[in-house]
């Protein structure tokens, strides 16, 4: 079992930076693909990056590929997603999840097995 708490979401202009952040309760962060995902009104979520445990190896949507940075701090078992160059269009509720394998990596929101409880990212034009 494994508890995850978010932090970090607010207003942002357009082109300026938020940090994400997600501190997991439980056990290590590396026994866990972690996520970010984002769920605009009225859709179901969408991956928008994960770390694999087990290396640390990192994905993303290709919409933010250049723009976010997913992290880790496996001291403090806290996930980061730095959001910079952001955009109108990455307004959304932004969710941590934790997917209990080391090795697979998953961008289907149902295959995720704990979540956080999101957190609001407005970005203004």
Not at 26 to 37: C, P
Request: net charge neutral; hydrophobic share 35%.
């Amino acid at each position: 079992q494994v508890q995850l708490v978010e932090s970090g979401g607010g207003l942002a202009q357009t082109g300026g930076s938020l940090r994400l952040s997600c501190t997991a309760s439980g056990r290590t962060l590396t026994d866990y693909n972690m996520a970010w995902f984002r769920q605009f009104p009225g859709q179901d979520r969408e991956f928008v990056a994960c770390i694999r445990g087990a290396d640390g190896i990192a994905y993303y949507l290709d919409a933010v590929k250049d723009r976010f940075t997913i992290s880790r701090d496996s001291a403090k078992k806290t996930v980061y997603l730095q959001m910079d160059s952001l955009k109108p269009e990455d307004t959304a509720l932004y969710y941590c999840g934790a997917r209990e394998t080391r090795w697979g990596v998953s961008r289907e929101w149902i295959e995720y097995n704990y979540w956080g409880q999101g957190t609001q990212v407005t970005v203004s034009s």
